[in-house]
């Protein structure tokens, strides 16, 4: 497994080692030593499978606030999305910045987004299948984003009109956002 820095601090594109032969593959999706032996002390408590029927359907930019704010680790298992991360946190030097991902079923990439940072990705195919783990439970109240199309975060998505969900629809700007994040 190989752990990629990206050009946001703490966000890490993971290559895992893929075994394949005739029957198909095999590949270890997590493992705890590893990600210690990188520094990093998660403990994932749940995981989610969202599918998506058709290309082009566009969910985020997404994240939960503290005391319930959640590190994500990412992958596609069917399709291919565009994956996107905003870092969040006051004092970063890249507070606002954005950086975009190709994860496949075929590339087999998977991406941690730690705490402090949106999270969005826009499905590439029909029939795509995204799934994560999460170091803290789902809390509505605390569950919030940022505008997929924000002129300030000016994220270069690969589709000008995607199908959003109507909670997505009314996502507010990144302007009025007040982070309660810090670097």
């Avoid at 799934?131 to 998505?157: C, R």
Wanted: some cysteine; glycine content about 8%.
């Amino acid at each position: 497994m190989e752990f990629i820095t990206t050009t946001l601090p703490g966000v890490l594109l993971i290559e895992p080692t893929v075994l394949g032969d005739a029957r198909g593959f095999f590949m270890e999706s997590y493992r705890l030593d590893l990600f210690a032996a990188q520094g990093l002390d998660i403990s994932f408590i749940q995981d989610n499978h969202a599918k998506s029927e058709r290309e082009h359907v566009l969910r985020g930019l997404h994240f939960q606030l503290p005391p319930m704010a959640q590190t994500k680790l990412v992958r596609v298992t069917a399709g291919a999305v565009y994956d996107v991360v905003v870092d969040l946190r006051q004092g970063s030097p890249t507070y606002g910045k954005w950086e975009g991902f190709t994860l496949s079923a075929e590339n087999f990439r998977q991406l941690l987004v730690p705490k402090g940072f949106a999270h969005g990705y826009l499905t590439l195919e029909p029939h795509t299948e995204f799934l994560y783990k999460v170091d803290a439970l789902y809390a509505p109240d605390l569950d919030t984003g940022i505008s997929w199309n924000d002129p300030d975060l000016a994220v270069d998505w690969p589709c000008r009109d995607p199908l959003l969900s109507s909670k997505d629809q009314n996502l507010g700007p990144f302007a009025q956002f007040n982070s309660p994040f810090t670097f």
